[in-house]
């Protein structure tokens, strides 16, 4: 597909899906997601061994029975998530504000926001994160993220303004990202980063669901370098067409020793709250990638 014929189709579908009823949209989102749950095998693989490790507890035999209505209901989400996502563009805020809740913690982020040192969101690939963002634009707070840029420009263009027409901030994740969110944070302001993947390949090396994996050393060191509040939450689809979300209590990072020593210490304590807020609703976790060595 050639770069004008892949940014006409993703700007065709988004303007479709904003004007489809919701309703709608998502259950063919639904329908296709499962569709390809069901005829990618190397998917359906890689979720079936992420949300093994996410239901698995103590060493517990897993049901493989519920482990595969676990992962067709995955892929479901998944479906639910890009839907959504298409559609709020065109829904306007204050419906969104209506429609979420943030149903534990939001006196974190305003007590951060008192502090003035900026506050650093550690995000799980759950729900979905842009209607989290969207909400915090309505209460003030606003927040910026960074994403992966996308070929050609033009389309990471098209979904930068996307996601800034609802009061997302979007940065490519490139050299200049580190001193974008350095400024922000300097500037008292919300940074969200989704950090259960370690897309650059160059992360910290923790414990997370029992084998050891790498993730993103950014939070722990933004938290450690600018004494920003550090904390994770997880914007989750439901009950019904509404979302909600939970924040953790903020996470220590101070400094104890060498910088290495200090952001493993704290991504280890991220990662540990990642795991709770993943085990709330593992269905809804959309890591279609391999995250674990037996996947």
């Known amino acids: 597909m050639s770069d004008r014929s892949k940014v006409t189709l993703f700007k065709t579908l988004g303007a479709v899906m904003e004007r489809l009823p919701e309703r709608f949209?998502?259950?063919?989102?639904?329908?296709?997601?499962?569709?390809?749950?069901?005829?990618?095998?190397?998917?359906?693989?890689?979720?079936?061994?992420?949300?093994?490790?996410?239901?698995?507890?103590d060493d517990?035999?897993?049901?493989?029975?519920?482990?595969?209505?676990?992962?067709?209901?995955?892929?479901?989400?998944?479906?639910?998530?890009?839907?959504?996502?298409?559609?709020?563009?065109?829904?306007?805020?204050?419906?969104?504000?209506?429609?979420?809740?943030?149903?534990?913690?939001?006196?974190y982020l305003y007590d951060a926001k008192t502090k003035g040192l900026g506050t650093i969101i550690g995000l799980p690939?759950?729900?979905?994160?842009?209607?989290?963002?969207?909400?915090?634009?309505s209460l003030g707070l606003g927040m910026t993220a960074v994403a992966e840029d996308l070929e050609p420009p033009e389309l990471f263009a098209w979904f930068k303004s996307k996601r800034e027409s609802i009061g997302i901030r979007i940065e490519p994740l490139d050299e200049r990202a580190g001193t974008v969110l350095l400024q922000t944070l300097k500037d008292g302001g919300v940074i969200g980063l989704l950090c259960d993947r370690d897309i650059q390949g160059n992360g910290i090396e923790v414990e997370f669901f029992g084998e050891r994996v790498r993730l993103p050393a950014g939070p722990a060191t933004l938290a450690l370098r600018t004494g920003?509040?550090?904390?994770?939450?997880?914007?989750?689809?439901?009950?019904?067409?509404?979302?909600?979300?939970?924040?953790?209590?903020?996470?220590?990072?101070?400094?104890?020793?060498?910088?290495?020593?200090?952001?493993?210490?704290?991504?280890?304590?991220?990662?540990?709250?990642?795991?709770?807020l993943i085990r709330r609703a593992p269905e809804q976790w959309h890591v279609l990638q391999p995250r674990f060595e037996d996947a």
């Open 60 to 107: 517990r035999e897993l049901d493989q029975r519920l482990l595969e209505h676990f992962i067709d209901r995955g892929f479901d989400s998944y479906g639910q998530y890009w839907a959504e996502g298409a559609k709020l563009p065109g829904i306007k805020p204050e419906h969104v504000f209506e429609r979420f809740r943030i149903g534990e913690g939001l006196e």
């Open 25 to 57: 949209d998502v259950a063919i989102a639904k329908r296709l997601a499962k569709l390809v749950g069901r005829r990618s095998t190397r998917t359906r693989a890689n979720l079936r061994t992420n949300l093994a490790h996410a239901l698995r507890g």
């Open 228 to 276: 920003a509040t550090l904390v994770a939450a997880a914007c989750y689809s439901g009950p019904g067409r509404d979302h909600f979300a939970v924040i953790t209590p903020p996470i220590a990072a101070e400094r104890h020793a060498r910088l290495r020593e200090d952001v493993t210490r704290v991504t280890q304590a991220l990662a540990v709250e990642l795991e709770g």
């Open 125 to 137: 690939h759950i729900g979905s994160w842009e209607w989290g963002g969207s909400y915090l634009n």
